[in-house]
């Protein structure tokens, strides 16, 4: 087991990538607090994580609440190892049609949380833990009407590095996982029925290099790695899990005639 006696905190830890993430961890031998704003989904991931997870009710905004979150997690399974912070939103920020509400509620939850949420759990780090940070293909893509968006998951790798400089005396790693699009509920907005997914699914795989979206597990697997001892001496990266959408953008399926 990869994560044997290892403890972690998952933040958005009740759906999408952060409980793909949770049932590998608890597969690989670590104890992991979850959170999350939705108390029905919460526990039925903890119902199907078993009693090596803990759920916690937190909105990831609510910085006194992450904090009393990460303080009961670790009275409940020690110090820890392994910090995700997963929790984020979408949101379209097109220019003309902006509020400053829906802009500032981007920002809020994707970028300001995840620093409070690691600065949160600073105290209760042990030394040699790692850090992974949800980012993202947008931060670079240039996707029209995702500006606060992609503002939020550049500024999360930017602060990925800073974080890394500060934490490197007590051998703390920082790193960032970017997926492309993926099979998450992130979509139920935009795509909320089948066939709606299906068209959406079928359009944006043809911009993908290996011609289909990413699956939650994909993306679980590299943030196992991260976790890992396996990424012992990996500091500071960010690794797309974009199936070559940053990397190879020629080569997706639209430009093969």
């Not at 991931?45 to 979150?69: H, I, Q, R, S, Y």
């Not at 299906?198 to 699956?215: F, M, T």
């Amino acid at each position: 087991m990869r994560l044997a006696n290892k403890t972690a905190l998952i933040t958005g830890g009740n759906s999408g990538i952060g409980l793909a993430t949770a049932r590998l961890f608890v597969k690989e031998g670590a104890k992991v607090t979850i959170t999350g704003r939705n108390q029905a989904t919460l526990e039925a991931a903890a119902k199907e994580l078993g009693p090596n997870a803990f759920a916690v009710v937190a909105d990831a905004t609510d910085v006194a609440a992450t904090d009393a979150a990460i303080k009961r997690g670790v009275e409940k399974f020690g110090k820890l190892d392994i910090v995700f912070a997963n929790a984020g939103i979408p949101g379209n920020t097109p220019i003309g049609s902006t509020t400053l509400a829906a802009f500032e509620s981007v920002i809020r939850t994707n970028i300001t949380s995840v620093f409070f949420t690691v600065q949160s759990a600073a105290p209760y780090l042990n030394d040699g833990a790692s850090i992974i940070l949800n980012g993202s293909v947008i931060s670079v893509l240039g996707n029209p009407g995702y500006a606060a968006y992609a503002a939020s998951k550049a500024g999360v790798r930017a602060m990925a590095r800073v974080m890394a400089s500060e934490l490197s005396p007590r051998s703390i790693r920082v790193n960032v996982v970017s997926p492309g699009a993926a099979r998450t509920p992130i979509w139920n907005g935009a795509a909320p029925t089948p066939e709606a997914f299906a068209a959406l699914d079928k359009r944006i795989s043809r911009s993908i290099p290996l011609g289909r979206l990413g699956e939650a597990d994909e993306i679980a697997k590299t943030v196992l790695f991260l976790a890992s001892d396996d990424a012992s001496n990996v500091q500071s990266a960010e690794i797309f899990v974009d199936g070559g959408s940053t990397g190879s953008p020629a080569g997706a399926p639209i430009y093969r005639g």
